[in-house]
């Protein structure tokens, strides 16, 4: 989902990832638009909030020959070119490569922050534990998972590895946008 809003009287672009169209994931077709945007917001000096929900690249044949890989990096080098200000918030899923191209840390975000029940890790509980608990039961896969997610996935382990700045609380997000906005409203390279 990409569009414009007004924050406290300020346009602000929004790139957003919808998890009921593919699971929110990324394919070719949104990580063009989602470039597009990106360039244009930097082009007009136009603030950029991201909000994060993405379990990853849609996988499948079509996508890997159509150039996912090639289409995925001109988001992330939309994002780490852009000079204007960058605020994203992680509701729930950020999983590997796609996390990293959704303007993280790692691509010079100014501002992030992630609700608590932010999963943020290089691939899911399940998926993980499949790989290195394959052949375990499933008994012993479903424990593996939790720990997992609670030692590994949260967004409190994300903090202090510097992957984000704060955990925050839903409720706080609109002000702790405004505010960070407001912060680098003057903000050079």
């Known amino acids: 989902v990409c569009g414009f809003v007004r924050m406290d009287g300020r346009t602000v672009a929004?790139?957003?990832?919808?998890?009921?169209?593919?699971?929110?994931?990324l394919d070719i077709n949104s990580s063009i638009k989602a470039a597009r945007v990106v360039c244009f917001a930097d082009a007009f000096n136009i603030p950029i909030l991201t909000i994060v929900d993405v379990p990853?690249?849609?996988?499948?044949?079509?996508?890997?020959?159509g150039g996912i890989i090639r289409h995925g990096a001109k988001l992330?080098?939309?994002?780490?070119?852009?000079?204007?200000?960058?605020?994203?918030?992680i509701t729930r899923k950020a999983y590997g490569g796609a996390y990293d191209v959704m303007s993280s840390i790692h691509l010079r975000g100014d501002v992030n922050v992630a609700w608590p029940q932010a999963e943020i890790a290089v691939m899911g509980a399940k998926g993980a534990v499949e790989i290195i608990f394959r052949g375990k039961g499933a008994e012993q896969?479903?424990?593996?998972?939790?720990?997992?997610?609670?030692?590994?996935a949260n967004p409190m382990q994300a903090a202090r590895r510097g992957?984000?700045?704060?955990?925050?609380?839903?409720?706080?997000s609109r002000q702790l946008i405004i505010e960070s906005l407001a912060m680098l409203k003057d903000k050079e390279l």
């Open 14 to 25: 929004i790139i957003a990832n919808q998890p009921s169209e593919n699971a929110g994931c």
């Open 56 to 65: 990853g690249f849609l996988p499948g044949v079509q996508q890997e020959h």
């Open 76 to 89: 992330l080098y939309a994002y780490a070119e852009a000079t204007v200000p960058k605020v994203t918030v």
């Open 141 to 152: 896969q479903d424990k593996e998972a939790e720990t997992y997610t609670r030692t590994l």
């Open 163 to 172: 992957f984000i700045q704060d955990v925050i609380k839903p409720s706080s």
